[in-house]
């Protein structure tokens, strides 16, 4: 089972306030993933890698033993950020929690993907609190970053 | 990527983007700089060092962090071209902040800013609970205490513990424990 994205991006490109994880989804339940491409100009923008040239200059990447510039782990960490607001909503601003590992370096010009998988579906006084195997891949299928994520949703209707 | 130009000596400066050589020489004098007269990271910060300083989160900053991650959700748009600094929208009324944004901006107060410091290190882990939403134009407070330091496989990593709150209203935001290897 999996989410209808048609219905995952309302009008002007925002999520739903809710998210569609509804708190009966099941356990196995996947959510929508995104796809992003680590382009070493986003890479070395100021607010992001470039106080940290190993982010994106190829010289001094090869100098600490990198093969190229790579990404901030924490561009991955957005990435899964924004793929949880999108299917979690509102909820994932309300105690969510995030456990992330950068087990594997993103290149400069690698494409990855993120996913999601529901571990966990445990009935709470307001709900349900879902835990998630969340990780970005490349498109070889090696993982990047694994991480775990946690959060309540409310049933519709109903308030926390 | 574009043309990969790499010899004996290894890449050269512009093997990923194209540039002149007023281009390259602004990219080596840079880097250089980057690393005159500074400490590692290891270097700079002993276990239990406390560490604190306060943002305010421009609409403009808040741009800046999401179009480097091609995030367009639109709850975050406390600035748009044309009308330039508005309310904006979100589920909890105005517009909030991403919501690992800050978890971002920690590794500016993990080590005294003010003193030379060694680029290099990379962020390996992060454990991350986000409390509530953070408008945009909030003002909060990020504090980082170092809690670990320790060598594991001959690398050199260090520990910390940080919160935001709200400078205000002193309600929190964001509780992290994350881990650094240090050049």
Redesign the interface.
């Known amino acids: 089972m999996d989410i209808d994205v048609a219905q995952l991006v309302l009008p002007g490109g925002a999520p739903h306030p809710d998210g569609l994880v509804k708190a009966d989804a099941p356990v196995g339940f996947q959510l929508a993933g995104l796809k992003k491409r680590a382009a070493v100009q986003l890479m070395a923008s100021r607010v992001w890698g470039r106080f940290n040239p190993n982010h994106w200059d190829p010289v001094f990447a090869h100098e600490t033993g990198l093969s190229a510039p790579i990404q901030t782990g924490e561009m991955s960490s957005a990435y899964i950020a924004e793929m949880c607001v999108y299917n979690f909503g509102r909820f994932f601003f309300a105690g969510a929690q995030v456990n992330c590992k950068y087990i594997s370096s993103i290149a400069a010009g690698e494409v990855v993907t993120t996913h999601g998988v529901i571990r966990e579906a445990l009935q709470i006084e307001h709900g349900t609190r879902f835990t998630v195997d969340v990780w970005v891949d490349n498109d070889s299928g090696d993982k990047k970053t694994v991480g775990v994520v946690t959060v309540d949703v409310t049933p519709e209707g109903a308030s926390k | 990527?574009t043309e990969n130009k790499l010899d004996a000596a290894?890449?050269?400066?512009d093997?990923?983007?194209p540039m002149t050589e007023l281009q390259r020489q602004q990219?080596?004098s840079f880097?250089t700089s980057?690393d005159e007269e500074s400490e590692t990271y290891w270097d700079m910060v002993e276990i239990g060092d406390v560490l604190q300083r306060t943002l305010t989160i421009s609409p403009e900053?808040v741009i800046?962090?999401a179009?480097?991650?091609?995030?367009?959700?639109?709850?975050y748009e406390g600035w748009k071209m044309n009308t330039w600094q508005i309310e904006g929208a979100?589920?909890?009324g105005a517009a909030?902040v991403?919501?690992?944004?800050m978890?971002?901006f920690i590794l500016s107060v993990m080590f005294d800013h003010t003193k030379p410091f060694a680029?290099?290190?990379?962020?390996?882990?992060?454990?991350?609970?986000?409390?509530?939403?953070i408008e945009v134009g909030a003002t909060v407070s990020i504090r980082s205490e170092a809690v670990g330091k320790f060598v594991k496989r001959g690398r050199r990593y260090l520990g910390h513990r940080v919160t935001v709150t709200d400078v205000e209203s002193g309600e929190l935001y964001l509780t992290e424990t994350r881990e650094i290897l240090s050049?």
């Open positions: 990527m290894g890449p050269a400066t093997s990923l983007r990219v080596r880097v980057l900053l800046l962090y179009d480097g991650v091609e995030d367009f959700t639109p709850w979100s589920p909890f909030i991403p919501p690992m944004m978890s971002h680029a290099g290190s990379i962020h390996t882990s992060h454990e991350s609970t986000i409390h509530g939403p050049r």
